[in-house]
């Protein structure tokens, strides 16, 4: 009985710490820098639930336009593959979008009414909504390839490693990779708790003062991504000098192994077409205006997956397909929205500090199935991967819809106060499953493995986008739900005191079962589709 126990726990553990290096740390410091970026998600809510009166539909709209910007991948990750030496350029650029998304939201909480001299505070609201994603995406892009640099190519002796070293550090460094963005989120939850601490009893002056706080307090973000990549110059340039000084060849050390990227024009003509037909449609205020740039944004994707599928076999163009489609659905199943968000604040009674435990919660217990279903997605196929992915996000839908319907009501008297509504929401992961996280990892390790080595990060980019669409299609989804199952939460004149949208959570409950069956139908039905067809993976 010990002995599996120690091996489960040396192959969970002490095999991951084996395999860490020091390379490593530049590219999970941005990733880190992604996951602590969401230190204002809760703040943004209750600024968002206090001060603007925008509905759950226009909220998950923007949160489609909020997600574009990641399409913007397949361009930027084509970029770095050519400017390889100079791609930290890039993280210094979002760095600097971030902070003046920050700076903006900053300014709103302590400012308000000198900033709507100059434009209405929604404006700048949605203006630094959008502001933040443009930075990250470029962070992301260039950490991606940082991930495919970091991984040494040869020995301590100068040797090269063999490729079965090579595909356990790789694998390891995408896992590591998830686990420093979840990581991010894990220690915004702990912030958020201390922070938050009694919030709810201030008034709304104090309050503004602690939201501001937590936008001061998210100014870090940008000095750790730039950190990462001073980081990694110091780290090349010592390595350089240690192989000079024993005498070793330093080629793979200063210049990317395999031939010059050649410059594809297709790759910007199609970042240059999302981006006018994004803005065509969206000044001109077309009818179906993010309908028309999902689809849009969808064939320029796919286009430029034909192109890039051209550097595989015709077996892994296939995989890689079917592999991308199941990620695709697994991710663009939607989410209840808002809504579900203020039911838990009104209905509940769930305060600022306690959604921050429950994001703590959530981030732990990422980080928890990552280290110990990494072996396991190792071993197994992808497609049991994300089989067993699937069931467990339909498990942890279930939370949400019993608090609805007041199973709390029943359990609370039965176990003397103790299963009570807040018991039962720690059980949840709030409004976004962190699962969509680790389902990118066997992707990402496949890519890492089996991509051209002059095209990794233009590989990165173009499957990242097309998985980061999905989110779009989430986004979609979800305004669709919540336009046919209306949730209002009640909204008052801060002049007057007057109730101008009264609360309506009566159809909240379907729209929960809805997303809950979706949850699971969707992927497992793709699932069964894609591996009764051509495209089927057996990796």
């Not at 989110?471 to 801060?494: I, M």
């Amino acid at each position: 009985m010990i002995a599996p126990v120690a091996r489960w726990i040396d192959a969970t553990l002490f095999d991951l710490a084996r395999q860490m290096r020091w390379s490593y740390l530049p590219p999970l410091m941005v990733y880190l820098a992604y996951g602590v970026s969401t230190i204002t998600g809760i703040v943004g809510t209750f600024f968002v639930k206090e001060y603007l009166g925008l509905s759950a539909a226009f909220l998950a709209g923007l949160g489609f336009w909020a997600g574009l910007p990641w399409a913007l991948k397949m361009p930027l990750g084509h970029l770095v593959d050519i400017i390889w030496r100079w791609k930290a350029l890039l993280v210094w650029l979002g760095a600097a979008l971030a902070a003046c998304s920050l700076s903006v939201m900053y300014l709103l909480v302590t400012s308000p009414e000198a900033m709507a001299t100059i434009m209405p505070v929604e404006a700048w609201f949605v203006g630094a909504t959008l502001l933040m994603p443009c930075g990250l995406v470029l962070q992301d892009a260039v950490a991606d390839a940082m991930s495919v640099e970091a991984v040494p190519t040869h020995d301590a002796a100068g040797q090269p490693l063999d490729e079965h070293t090579s595909r356990a550090l790789h694998t390891t460094m995408q896992t590591l990779g998830r686990i420093a963005l979840i990581g991010g989120t894990l220690i915004v939850s702990a912030i958020n708790i201390t922070v938050f601490a009694g919030v709810e009893d201030l008034p709304q002056a104090m309050k503004a003062d602690v939201y501001a706080r937590i936008y001061a307090i998210a100014m870090i973000v940008p000095v750790i991504s730039v950190s990462g990549v001073i980081l990694a110059a110091w780290q090349r340039r010592r390595a350089i000098a240690r192989a000079e000084a024993l005498g070793q060849d330093t080629a793979h050390l200063i210049a990317r192994p395999g031939p010059p990227t050649q410059v594809n024009p297709w790759y910007f003509i199609g970042g240059g077409a999302f981006v006018v037909l994004s803005l065509g449609v969206g000044l001109l205020k077309v009818p179906f205006a993010q309908e028309i740039v999902f689809a849009g944004s969808m064939a320029i994707v796919i286009f430029l997956m034909r192109q890039l599928m051209q550097s595989l076999s015709q077996s892994q163009a296939r995989m890689l397909v079917g592999t991308a489609l199941i990620v695709f659905v697994f991710r663009a199943v939607p989410l209840p929205g808002p809504g579900a968000t203020w039911f838990v604040i009104d209905g509940l009674g769930f305060d600022a500090q306690f959604l921050s435990v429950l994001g703590l919660i959530a981030a732990v217990l990422t980080l928890v199935a990552m280290l110990v279903l990494r072996p396991y997605m190792a071993e197994r196929r992808l497609t049991r991967v994300y089989l067993t992915l699937t069931i467990i996000s339909g498990i942890l839908v279930l939370p949400n819809i019993a608090l609805y319907y007041g199973i709390q009501n029943i359990t609370a008297p039965l176990t003397f106060g103790i299963v009570d509504a807040r018991f039962i929401a720690v059980l949840d992961t709030a409004a976004e499953s962190p699962l969509s996280q680790i389902a990118l990892i066997p992707m990402l390790a496949w890519i890492a493995r089996n991509a051209p080595d002059n095209l990794k990060a233009t590989f990165f980019a173009v499957m990242a986008s097309f998985s980061n669409l999905a989110l779009s299609a989430s986004a979609l989804g979800t305004k669709y739900l919540n336009e046919v199952f209306l949730v209002t939460r009640e909204v008052t004149d801060p002049e007057t005191g007057d109730i101008t949208v009264p609360a309506d959570y009566s159809e909240l409950g379907l729209l929960l079962i809805t997303v809950g069956v979706l949850t699971v139908a969707l992927p497992l039905t793709t699932i069964w589709l894609v591996q009764r067809s051509r495209i089927r993976t057996s990796d």
